[in-house]
């Protein structure tokens, strides 16, 4: 904790070079955890040191990119970002200990929340011209199963909204809703409203002694990222054998997640 000198004792001729005091080295550091994961500036949610994945739900209609920035906790290791290209997609965060062989890659994984920004435009239709089945603009008829079981491979929930109930079909194969029977050929139209950001296939049925389905994609004309209203006559359905007095159950064929509202028969007061 003191030197200062050296002393050199001896006879004849010596020659010195090279006077200094030295040690083994350190073994390379293997250390390839995080101090900190940031996401816009903000540390990400449920961080740990050693994680390697995270999943990271974006707002619908979301399209950049967030910026990711990683601290190591060893500040001779190596931290290497690789931004996700689009949205869905996964940034990466290469770790390379002081070593330079000890890697970890770190993923955060970027979804959209398919779950609708704003709600379907509310009905603007009377109450006395309307048979509602699920809508909370109406007040709906009774014996309602939102989920019936047919063997359908369908995620079928009701989620609430920005305030306001509607149908998520996740998964969507086919889903049924059922409702007490009842007396619709006073009423002209069938609507609803539909949402979808991946749906590429649709179809609605009403089931009254029989079944047959309305094609949304081909016989509307399909759209995706916004709340679509539909009014389909009930002569589609009548013109084809339905028994508009004894109406009691829809159907839902088609894939992706569909977000159905405001469900109801009405016709011109």
């Given at each position: 904790?003191?030197?200062?000198?050296?002393?050199?004792?001896?006879?004849?001729?010596?020659?010195?070079?090279?006077?200094?005091?030295?040690?083994?080295?350190?073994?390379?550091?293997?250390?390839?955890?995080?101090?900190?994961?940031?996401?816009?500036?903000?540390?990400?949610?449920?961080?740990?040191?050693?994680?390697?994945?995270?999943?990271?739900?974006?707002?619908?209609?979301?399209?950049?990119?967030?910026?990711?920035?990683?601290?190591?906790t060893d500040t001779n290791a190596t931290v290497?970002?690789?931004?996700?290209?689009?949205?869905?997609?996964?940034?990466?965060?290469?770790?390379?200990?002081?070593?330079?062989?000890?890697?970890?890659?770190?993923?955060?994984?970027?979804?959209?929340?398919?779950?609708?920004?704003?709600?379907?435009?509310?009905?603007?239709?009377?109450?006395?011209?309307?048979?509602?089945?699920?809508?909370?603009?109406?007040?709906?008829?009774?014996?309602?199963?939102?989920?019936?079981?047919?063997?359908?491979?369908?995620?079928?929930?009701?989620?609430?909204?920005?305030?306001?109930?509607?149908?998520?079909?996740?998964?969507?194969?086919?889903?049924?809703?059922?409702?007490?029977?009842?007396?619709?050929?006073?009423?002209?139209?069938?609507?609803?409203?539909?949402?979808?950001?991946?749906?590429?296939?649709?179809?609605?049925?009403?089931?009254?002694?029989?079944?047959?389905?309305?094609?949304?994609?081909?016989?509307?004309?399909?759209?995706?990222?916004?709340?679509?209203?539909?009014?389909?006559?009930?002569?589609?359905?009548?013109?084809?054998?339905?028994?508009?007095?004894?109406?009691?159950?829809?159907?839902t064929d088609g894939n992706g997640t569909i977000?159905?509202?405001?469900?109801?028969?009405?016709?011109?007061?």
């Amino acid at each position: 904790t003191a030197a200062f000198q050296f002393k050199t004792d001896g006879n004849g001729t010596i020659y010195l070079d090279n006077l200094y005091f030295w040690k083994e080295p350190a073994p390379a550091g293997t250390d390839i955890s995080l101090s900190d994961l940031t996401v816009d500036g903000s540390t990400i949610a449920n961080f740990a040191a050693n994680t390697s994945s995270y999943d990271v739900e974006l707002a619908a209609g979301t399209t950049t990119v967030p910026a990711v920035a990683a601290a190591a906790t060893d500040t001779n290791a190596t931290v290497q970002v690789t931004d996700a290209t689009s949205i869905p997609g996964a940034t990466t965060i290469l770790v390379t200990a002081q070593d330079g062989t000890t890697t970890n890659t770190v993923t955060i994984n970027f979804t959209l929340n398919p779950d609708p920004a704003v709600n379907a435009p509310t009905p603007t239709n009377n109450q006395a011209d309307v048979i509602s089945v699920y809508s909370d603009a109406f007040n709906s008829i009774g014996g309602i199963i939102l989920d019936p079981a047919w063997n359908q491979a369908t995620d079928a929930t009701e989620i609430e909204n920005n305030g306001n109930k509607l149908l998520k079909y996740k998964n969507l194969n086919y889903q049924g809703l059922q409702y007490e029977v009842t007396d619709v050929s006073t009423m002209e139209y069938l609507h609803l409203d539909y949402f979808t950001y991946d749906a590429t296939a649709f179809q609605f049925s009403l089931i009254a002694g029989g079944e047959n389905a309305y094609n949304v994609a081909t016989d509307a004309g399909f759209a995706t990222g916004e709340w679509v209203s539909l009014d389909i006559p009930l002569s589609f359905f009548s013109d084809a054998g339905r028994d508009l007095t004894a109406a009691f159950q829809f159907k839902t064929d088609g894939n992706g997640t569909i977000y159905l509202d405001n469900l109801y028969f009405w016709k011109e007061p």
